[in-house]
């Protein structure tokens, strides 16, 4: 598995990381399949938050690790706060939350509630859960401060920051943001398609984030990209939706040349920006973990991700 230097720092973790939001909803032995299936996979990082099945997922990780042939030392592991969920907001099973909420106590209390659920001494990455309007970036400082003295977390992010955003926050607390997670695959490629159709007025030239893949790059933030093979937010897979048939199409004739599925192919694609971008797996599938992660250790040409680009319905100005 391709390693990747986390912030610009020493610190070296899989390029794919796995991401447990839906691991609430299998059994204990199935949850354990999938650890076990990524750590086969050399997949050294779970992605968690403290909202993943209201809880449930966190425990359930818990459970899976102890179910397991592995220990809390075989995977670096991060999750989120923020977010105060209201279950009387919901959709097709998902819970969406009543405000942000980034206090001092509230992070805290937070963070205790994750290494309570997970068993855990400590977190290798606590981030924010989306931006919060009414933060006070010292309380978020006053936070992270109490956190990492006491031996709770190592290193810090946001998730689905803008750049002023991330500025913001960053100017106030001693730590360096080490990640920002952010939507990305070839249905979802806001972050680029800004920066090639500067000073035009076409659909592409909408910024959605202040530039936050330049800034990164500059930097040395982490991106870890979610939902790489999705569109829209929760609208659905690309693949083998015949919505994106010539994305499939051209995603099937790469694997084939390649050797591994279209999903680890989507995986190479992104992992060809030079941006050094972490992809957050979400499926629980152990099949789909070890096909998909086979994706990091393959190198697409130039020519290859461009032609993913436009079949994704892109276009160059």
């Known amino acids: 598995m391709k390693q990747l ?13 796995l991401g447990i939001m839906r691991m609430a909803d299998l059994s204990v032995a199935d949850a354990a ?10 997949i050294t990082y779970i992605d968690s938050a403290d909202i993943y099945g209201d809880g449930a997922s966190e425990k359930k990780f818990k459970e899976a690790l102890a179910a397991s042939n592995l220990s809390r030392d075989d995977f670096y592991i991060q999750s989120k706060g923020g977010i105060v969920l209201d279950p009387a907001r919901s959709h097709d099973g998902l819970v969406f939350g009543k405000r942000y909420d980034f206090s001092k106590q509230h992070l805290i209390d937070a963070v205790d509630g994750i290494l309570s659920r997970t068993g ?15 933060m006070e970036p010292n309380e978020v400082a006053d936070a992270f401060n109490t956190l990492q003295r006491e031996g709770k ?12 955003q991330y500025l913001m926050v960053q100017d106030a607390v001693d730590q ?13 490629t806001g972050m680029v398609d800004a920066g090639m159709h500067v000073n035009m007025e076409d659909k592409w030239s909408v910024d959605h984030d202040g530039g936050m893949l330049e800034f990164a790059r500059r930097h040395h933030v982490t991106i870890q990209a979610w939902s790489p093979f999705q569109y ?63 994706g990091a250790d393959v190198t697409l040409t130039k020519q290859e991700w461009y032609n993913v680009y436009f079949a994704a319905g892109n276009t160059l100005p």
């Not at 399949?33 to 050399?42: I, V």
């Not at 855990?120 to 009414?134: G, I, Q, S, T, V």
Request: glycine share 8%; no cysteine; charged share 15%.
């Open 120 to 134: 855990l001494d400590y977190l290798d990455a606590f981030l924010l859960h989306r931006p919060d309007p009414l």
């Open 176 to 188: 360096k943001l080490m990640f920002n997670q952010l939507q990305f695959g070839p249905a979802h």
């Open 33 to 42: 399949k999938a650890l076990e299936a990524a750590h086969d996979a050399g």
């Open 232 to 294: 829209g937010l929760f609208a659905g897979m690309i693949i083998n939706d015949p919505k994106y048939q010539k994305l499939n199409d051209e995603l099937q004739k790469l694997a084939d040349k390649y050797g591994v599925s279209k999903n680890g192919i989507v995986i190479a694609w992104i992992l060809r920006h030079p941006a050094n971008i972490q992809v957050l797996l979400g499926t629980m599938n152990p099949a789909h973990i070890a096909d998909s992660a086979a």
């Open 153 to 164: 977390v190592r290193h810090f992010g946001v998730s689905n920051f803008n750049v002023q």
């Open 5 to 17: 230097n986390l912030g610009g720092t020493d610190w070296q973790a899989s390029a794919v990381a």
